[in-house]
């Protein structure tokens, strides 16, 4: 147990479930903290750092509902209840079978390998794709599909298949790596505005106001107008966008959590703002912004394939979904319909996996919210 | 609080937010690499007379604050200079490209009410049956598929293999028949994804509306239930739908950036794209500055309708 000790010299409030750490069984506090109690003793609980993630989730389900009384039974926690819900939701479970397969397929698409100055380290030597995706001429350009091309080939005479397994690289790490940043940077923003208040709330609002006022894509194009092209500046321009949206929804959900009666008693015991941020505030204010980050990993691939779309995403040859498409609309009044319809199948049942397995997300985490509030797929 | 106040208290809130998009609009020559000087000429190279004159034209000599406030003078008036570029006048620029992706939006705003509307409706008096289900793979379907793709493939069947449509805007003017005809594919492309929006949107709000008490009531007193879903059930259900209208005005404009691109539609979202790969980058900031403006104008206007509908959001 990584417990702080108290001092002893203080004076300390005995609160029923909170003075010995043996009876650290999530159970315990619940059937304990009936009426009045409930509040604090749970409050008390969560309160002391523990090492096991099970006894710390635990406890803060419970203090969810109010009577205080955990609905999942002692010993569950609530990410265990929510992966058994989300397990017998069968449209999300297709979701996120298609967006292993997908990831599967990237990862195993054409060999990865780390090459330093003269050595060349191979982490994964499969080759799924038949092709080098960027080697052109591999066959006649413009030819529809074929079983040697099963997608066809572009106007460069490029191996569509290849390309587009590929692809999926960029669309998948792109996506990942923007959500998760915009994450970083609007989680701690949106907590902080909103457990604080004052100024410091006024300052990163407007801020947001401000951001918001742009759409999407428009904001996006714009700081890549100023940044130039290339994956990490992709990466930049999707998390400037990204960010506000987190922000926003999290200080709405953190302003009804800091009154509960949890806050106050952590507060009441002289816990650090930060500590209380950390593993009080934040913990039951997340699960909207979850929600809303799975679901916008869609969009962010939607805006990163947009952006390549209009060829300002990543570099005009590489094998991104959108920017395979740029040179579509050309191939496409040709005639060529294979060069588009593919690279946009793709794209397609990515976004579409990925909404599924938010709609599943939302329902496991939150049962009581409607799981369809589509407000939040707009941004 | 009175209605007054109330508006009074939004604009207040409203200023400084138009005040900081115009202040980040205008940052943004100044955040380019390099110095501002090149983006307002151009990148190319001028005589020093010239530079001379585009930099007391600019203010640049002067300290950033003060360049903002001249610059923020000229905006109030639209006058936004000349397009390095093109030699031409950025707000005319503008101007001229505004009313057809107005025309676009306008057209594809109403085709997703027209689709989404009543497609929200039956999912929600249906709610779990195959209709409600079916209309929830549709919306899922038209939220996932890009939109870009979707013009494309449009383009595609009815442009190039059907030939029903042409697959370049006819030269004619915006209010013609030829042009109306043309437009057909574009509004489809661009309504799509909010007709999904709308009708998910409206069904939750339907079905939350349906159990409350006055729809009983009303059933109680022998209404015919096409007039309860329709006259009271509807009416209350609608209001998310126009709280959302800033965010469809935003996602629109958004769209229009791409679609204009496919179909070669003379507008704004053409105008942008075009101007970035152009580096043209007065008119990209005035293109900006327009679009954020409206979406905060929108905001503002939706909250007051908002609060003259339903007088309990006036706290």
Same mark, same amino acid.
């Given at each position: 147990?990584?417990?702080?000790?108290?001092?002893?010299?203080?004076?300390?409030?005995?609160?029923?479930?909170?003075?010995?750490?043996?009876?650290?069984?999530?159970?315990?506090?619940?059937?304990?903290?009936?009426?009045?109690?409930?509040?604090?003793?749970?409050?008390?609980?969560?309160?002391?750092?523990?090492?096991?993630?099970?006894?710390?989730?635990?406890?803060?389900?419970?203090?969810?509902?109010?009577?205080?009384?955990?609905?999942?039974?002692?010993?569950?926690?609530?990410?265990?209840?929510?992966?058994?819900?989300?397990?017998?939701?069968?449209?999300?479970?297709?979701?996120?079978?298609?967006?292993?397969?997908?990831?599967?397929?990237?990862?195993?698409?054409?060999?990865?390998?780390?090459?330093?100055?003269?050595?060349?380290?191979?982490?994964?030597?499969?080759?799924?794709?038949?092709?080098?995706?960027?080697?052109?001429?591999?066959?006649?350009?413009?030819?529809?599909?074929?079983?040697?091309?099963?997608?066809?080939?572009?106007?460069?005479?490029?191996?569509?298949?290849?390309?587009?397994?590929?692809?999926?690289?960029?669309?998948?790490?792109?996506?990942?790596?923007?959500?998760?940043?915009?994450?970083?940077?609007?989680?701690?923003?949106?907590?902080?505005?909103?457990?604080?208040?004052?100024?410091?709330?006024?300052?990163?609002?407007?801020?947001v106001d401000?951001?918001y006022a742009?759409p999407?894509?428009?904001?996006?194009?714009?700081?890549?107008?100023?940044?130039?092209?290339?994956?990490?500046?992709?990466?930049?321009?999707?998390?400037?966008?990204?960010?506000?949206g987190?922000?926003r929804l999290?200080?709405g959900?953190?302003?009804?959590?800091?009154?509960?009666?949890?806050?106050?008693?952590?507060?009441?015991?002289?816990?650090?703002?930060?500590?209380?941020?950390?593993?009080?505030?934040?913990?039951?204010?997340?699960?909207p912004?979850?929600?809303q980050?799975?679901?916008?990993?869609?969009?962010?691939?939607?805006?990163?394939?947009?952006?390549?779309?209009?060829?300002?995403?990543?570099?005009?040859?590489?094998?991104?979904?959108?920017?395979?498409?740029?040179?579509?609309?050309?191939?496409?009044?040709?005639?060529?319909?294979?060069?588009?319809?593919?690279?946009?199948?793709?794209?397609?049942?990515?976004?579409?996996?990925?909404?599924?397995?938010?709609?599943?997300?939302?329902?496991?985490?939150?049962?009581?919210r409607d799981?369809s509030d589509d407000r939040r797929r707009m941004r | 609080?009175?209605l007054?106040?109330y508006v009074?208290t939004r604009?207040?809130v409203a200023?400084?937010v138009?005040?900081?998009?115009?202040?980040?609009?205008?940052?943004?020559?100044?955040?380019?690499?390099?110095?501002?000087?090149?983006?307002?000429?151009?990148?190319?190279?001028?005589?020093?007379?010239?530079?001379?004159?585009?930099?007391?034209?600019?203010?640049?000599?002067?300290?950033?604050?003060?360049?903002?406030?001249?610059?923020?003078?000229?905006?109030?008036?639209?006058?936004?200079?000349?397009?390095?570029?093109?030699?031409?006048?950025?707000?005319?620029?503008?101007?001229?490209?505004?009313?057809?992706?107005?025309?676009?939006?306008?057209?594809?705003w109403?085709?997703a009410l027209?689709?989404g509307v009543?497609?929200g409706?039956?999912?929600a008096?249906? &709610?779990? $049956?195959?209709?409600?289900?079916?209309?929830?793979? %549709?919306? !899922? #379907?038209?939220? +996932?598929?890009?939109? =870009?793709? @979707?013009?494309?493939?449009?383009?595609?069947?009815?442009?190039? &293999?059907? $030939?029903?449509?042409?697959?370049?805007?006819?030269? %004619?003017? !915006? #209010?013609?028949? +030829?042009?109306?005809? =043309?437009? @057909?594919?574009?509004?489809?492309?661009?309504?799509?994804?909010s007709a999904a929006v709308v009708t998910r949107l409206l069904r939750s709000s339907m079905i939350a509306e349906?159990? +409350?008490?006055?729809?009983?009531?009303?059933?109680?007193?022998?209404?015919?239930?096409?007039?309860?879903?329709?006259?009271?059930v509807l009416r209350n259900a609608l209001l998310p739908v126009v709280t959302i209208t800033g965010l469809q005005l935003a996602f629109l404009i958004?769209?229009?950036?791409?679609?204009?691109?496919?179909?070669?539609?003379?507008?704004?979202?053409?105008?942008?794209?075009?101007?970035?790969?152009?580096?043209?980058?007065?008119?990209?900031?005035?293109?900006?500055?327009?679009?954020?403006?409206s979406i905060v104008l929108a905001n503002l206007l939706v909250d007051i309708v908002y609060a003259v509908l339903d007088p309990r959001i006036r706290y």
């Amino acid at each position: 147990m990584s417990d702080r000790r108290p001092t002893t010299d203080r004076g300390r409030i005995r609160i029923v479930g909170f003075e010995d750490a043996d009876s650290d069984r999530p159970g315990d506090a619940n059937s304990n903290g009936d009426g009045d109690e409930s509040p604090a003793a749970t409050a008390g609980r969560t309160a002391r750092p523990t090492a096991d993630p099970e006894s710390r989730t635990g406890p803060t389900a419970a203090a969810r509902s109010p009577s205080g009384t955990a609905l999942e039974g002692p010993g569950r926690s609530r990410s265990a209840g929510a992966w058994q819900r989300f397990r017998r939701n069968r449209t999300a479970m297709a979701g996120l079978t298609i967006i292993a397969v997908m990831a599967v397929l990237a990862v195993f698409a054409r060999p990865i390998e780390v090459s330093t100055a003269e050595y060349t380290i191979t982490l994964q030597p499969v080759s799924l794709a038949p092709y080098d995706p960027a080697q052109p001429f591999v066959g006649p350009a413009n030819a529809p599909p074929s079983w040697d091309h099963p997608f066809g080939t572009d106007w460069a005479g490029r191996d569509q298949f290849s390309r587009v397994l590929v692809g999926g690289r960029y669309t998948l790490t792109v996506g990942l790596v923007a959500v998760s940043l915009a994450l970083g940077v609007g989680v701690p923003l949106g907590a902080i505005a909103g457990y604080f208040g004052g100024w410091v709330d006024e300052i990163i609002m407007r801020l947001v106001d401000v951001l918001y006022a742009f759409p999407f894509l428009i904001l996006a194009i714009g700081t890549v107008a100023i940044l130039g092209r290339g994956f990490w500046k992709l990466v930049v321009a999707l998390v400037v966008t990204g960010w506000i949206g987190y922000a926003r929804l999290l200080r709405g959900e953190v302003l009804s959590v800091r009154e509960r009666e949890y806050v106050t008693a952590a507060r009441a015991l002289g816990i650090p703002d930060r500590t209380i941020i950390r593993r009080h505030v934040v913990p039951n204010a997340i699960t909207p912004v979850v929600v809303q980050a799975t679901l916008n990993v869609g969009t962010v691939v939607l805006t990163a394939a947009a952006l390549g779309f209009l060829g300002l995403g990543l570099e005009a040859d590489t094998a991104e979904w959108g920017a395979m498409l740029s040179r579509g609309r050309d191939s496409l009044l040709q005639g060529h319909w294979h060069v588009t319809v593919f690279p946009g199948i793709a794209i397609f049942l990515f976004v579409l996996a990925i909404n599924l397995v938010g709609d599943g997300v939302n329902d496991a985490l939150d049962p009581h919210r409607d799981a369809s509030d589509d407000r939040r797929r707009m941004r | 609080m009175s209605l007054g106040r109330y508006v009074l208290t939004r604009i207040s809130v409203a200023v400084p937010v138009l005040l900081g998009v115009t202040a980040l609009t205008f940052s943004f020559i100044h955040a380019l690499p390099g110095d501002p000087i090149d983006a307002l000429v151009g990148f190319r190279s001028v005589s020093p007379a010239t530079e001379a004159s585009i930099r007391a034209e600019y203010h640049l000599d002067r300290p950033l604050w003060e360049q903002y406030l001249l610059w923020l003078r000229n905006v109030l008036v639209l006058e936004f200079g000349e397009s390095p570029v093109t030699g031409r006048n950025v707000a005319a620029t503008v101007g001229r490209r505004l009313p057809a992706t107005l025309a676009l939006g306008g057209a594809a705003w109403l085709l997703a009410l027209a689709i989404g509307v009543p497609t929200g409706i039956v999912a929600a008096v249906r &709610r779990g $049956g195959p209709a409600d289900e079916l209309s929830r793979l %549709a919306a !899922l #379907a038209g939220i +996932a598929t890009p939109n =870009f793709w @979707l013009g494309l493939v449009l383009l595609l069947v009815f442009g190039v &293999r059907l $030939g029903w449509v042409r697959v370049i805007p006819p030269d %004619a003017p !915006l #209010a013609s028949p +030829a042009m109306a005809k =043309f437009m @057909l594919l574009p509004t489809i492309t661009l309504g799509t994804a909010s007709a999904a929006v709308v009708t998910r949107l409206l069904r939750s709000s339907m079905i939350a509306e349906l159990d +409350a008490a006055y729809v009983r009531t009303a059933r109680a007193k022998g209404l015919r239930e096409r007039t309860v879903i329709l006259k009271h059930v509807l009416r209350n259900a609608l209001l998310p739908v126009v709280t959302i209208t800033g965010l469809q005005l935003a996602f629109l404009i958004d769209g229009a950036v791409v679609v204009e691109r496919i179909f070669s539609w003379p507008g704004m979202g053409r105008l942008l794209v075009r101007s970035i790969l152009q580096r043209d980058y007065p008119v990209i900031q005035a293109g900006v500055l327009l679009v954020g403006v409206s979406i905060v104008l929108a905001n503002l206007l939706v909250d007051i309708v908002y609060a003259v509908l339903d007088p309990r959001i006036r706290y």
